[in-house]
């Protein structure tokens, strides 16, 4: 990225946080500091691809601190993915006693907690309380594919996956049912994605993505898949 941007005549400086930083202070450090290193304190664009703490983070910026961005970016992008609808801390208790049995942290979203994000990132999107600054949002080309690979039950991943730290990657799929119906299908996204919404509203996505493999991952496979 900035080999090419130096190509085309539009340096950039690439600044990285640590993992898991508080990213809040770590654009108020860049803000701070960026000047030394040739960058501009008012041209910081945010970008971050795929994970917890890539696209869904800048996402989280964007509706932090009730849309007061406080001059810290100027522009963001998310790579692969969104703003992810998320409710509030209410429903975390499974992923805290994760933390707590086995000092493990789970995957995790941004979740409103009423003081760094206020209310819940749909509440924020729709009522227009967002970051006042234009970004980009894109999609990767089969990424999903990492996520069903096989035939697992949605449901059994999400219990031996996510929410059980001892289960280890290469155990997802030893460990699979091989069945998964649509009812699970929208149970697993309601519970992971779209906390508080209906099941009319999601029910959509069974049209969008049928349980047919000719049409899923890797694109363009058919029923080689």
């Known amino acids: 990225m ?3 941007s130096v190509k085309i005549g539009q340096p950039i400086i690439f600044a990285m946080m640590n993992y898991q930083v508080n990213e809040r202070e770590g654009l108020r450090w860049i803000k701070k500091y960026i000047s030394t290193f040739g960058g501009h304190p008012n041209r910081v664009t945010i970008w971050g691809t795929s994970s917890s703490d890539g ?8 509706v932090t601190n009730g849309d ?13 993915g969104s703003l992810l609808p998320t409710g509030d801390t209410a429903n975390q208790q499974s992923s805290f006693d994760g933390v707590v049995e086995h000092a493990v942290m789970p995957l995790w979203f941004p979740r409103a907690d009423g003081i760094f994000i206020k209310e819940p990132v749909r509440d924020a999107v729709l009522a227009g309380r967002i970051a006042d600054v234009p970004f980009m949002v894109g999609t990767s080309l089969d990424e ?7 035939a697992w039950s949605v449901e059994h991943h999400v219990r031996a996956s996510f929410f059980n730290p001892t289960s280890p990657w290469h155990h997802w799929q030893t460990r699979t049912r091989f069945h998964s119906t649509d009812d699970d299908f929208l149970d697993y996204m309601l519970d992971r994605f779209f906390p508080g919404a209906s099941n009319e509203e999601v029910a959509p996505l069974i049209d969008l993505c049928p349980n047919v493999p000719a049409q899923g991952s890797p694109f363009g496979t058919g029923d080689t898949n």
Do not use: N
């Not at 696209?55 to 964007?62: I, K, N, R, T």
């Not at 961005?69 to 692969?80: K, Q």
């Open 2 to 4: 900035v080999k090419r």
């Open 55 to 62: 696209v869904f983070a800048v996402g989280a910026q964007l």
């Open 68 to 80: 007061d961005d406080e001059g810290l970016f100027h522009a963001a992008v998310m790579s692969c």
């Open 144 to 150: 999903g594919t990492l996520f069903v690979t096989g």
